[in-house]
């Protein structure tokens, strides 16, 4: 089992920053992969940036360039430093650990997910 806490969001103006963190609890050896998903008001779950335990990233299209993700591994966190931020950015935000065969123990592809944190752009 993997407990996820994040923390920042909260409403800010059209070209703005805001910061998420997130650290994970438990069974922190099984997660491969940590990132950030959203989900604006009347839309589905999307996937906003990740980052593999090796350091591979990955961007969504539309936050691509003013988004950055960031793990440490030694602490368990990974973070998301979100600039230039826009008022389509506004969504629920959700921090998610999917584990990996890194032990005998651990299950491969399980999710786990934060609570969620709003952020709100207003222009």
């Known amino acids: 089992q993997v407990q996820l806490v994040e923390s920042g969001g909260g409403l800010v103006q059209a070209g703005g920053s805001l910061r998420l963190s997130c650290t994970a609890s438990?069974?922190?050896?099984?997660?491969?992969?940590m990132g950030w998903y959203r989900q604006p008001p009347g839309k589905e779950r999307e996937l906003v940036a990740s980052i593999a335990s090796g350091g591979h990233l990955w961007y969504g299209d539309s936050v691509q360039g003013r988004f950055t993700v960031s793990r440490d591994n030694d602490k368990n966190t990974v973070s998301l430093q979100m600039n230039s931020l826009k008022p389509e950015d506004t969504a629920d935000y959700y921090c998610?650990?999917?584990?990996?065969?890194?032990?005998?123990?651990?299950?491969?592809?399980?999710?786990?997910w934060g609570q969620g944190t709003q952020v709100t752009v207003v222009s």
């Open positions: 998610n650990a999917e584990t990996g065969p890194l032990a005998v123990t651990c299950q491969y592809g399980r999710h786990y």
């Open positions: 438990g069974d922190t050896f099984c997660i491969a992969n």
